[in-house]
Nanobody, 126 residues
Framework: QVQLVESGGGLVQAGGSLRLSCAASGRTFLTYYMGWFRQAPGQEREFVAAITWSSGSTYYADSVKGRFTISRDNAGNTVHLQMNSLKPEDTAVYYC???????????????????WGQGTQVTVSS
């Protein structure tokens, strides 16, 4: 019902910046929140950031506050993740996700999101 495609991943040196994009299509009117998650080898999938699609309210994991910025483009059905001051520990596959339930609680839980993109690799070298 909602299709998500990530782009913008790549290789960057520590301290550099990268901008990820997630294009949504299909029945996007079902979406209340868009989120970014990441998963490193041997690690659980963890929450990075989320945004309310209609109002633009944002939410961040403590590990990325002050460095990452999530934003939306309703006209283009696109959400972005601007990543600055990247660290090697930011290396992971980054996933875009759509949450169709209303309510700002539990936004950090992957199980709260019904639709997922295929992921884009972000590698930060030291």
């Amino acid at each position: 019902q909602v299709q998500l495609v990530e782009s913008g991943g790549g290789l960057v040196q520590a301290g550099g910046s990268l901008r990820l994009s997630c294009a949504a299509s299909g029945r996007t009117f079902l979406t209340y929140y868009m989120g970014w998650f990441r998963q490193a080898p041997g690690q659980e999938r963890e929450f990075v950031a989320a945004i309310t699609w209609s109002s633009g309210s944002t939410y961040y994991a403590d590990s990325v506050k002050g460095r990452f910025t999530i934003s939306r483009d309703n006209a283009g059905n696109t959400v972005h993740l601007q990543m600055n001051s990247l660290k090697p520990e930011d290396t992971a596959v980054y996933y875009c996700a759509a949450r169709i339930k209303y309510g700002s609680n539990s936004l950090h839980l992957p199980s709260e999101y019904a639709y997922w993109g295929q992921g884009t690799q972000v590698t930060v070298s030291s």
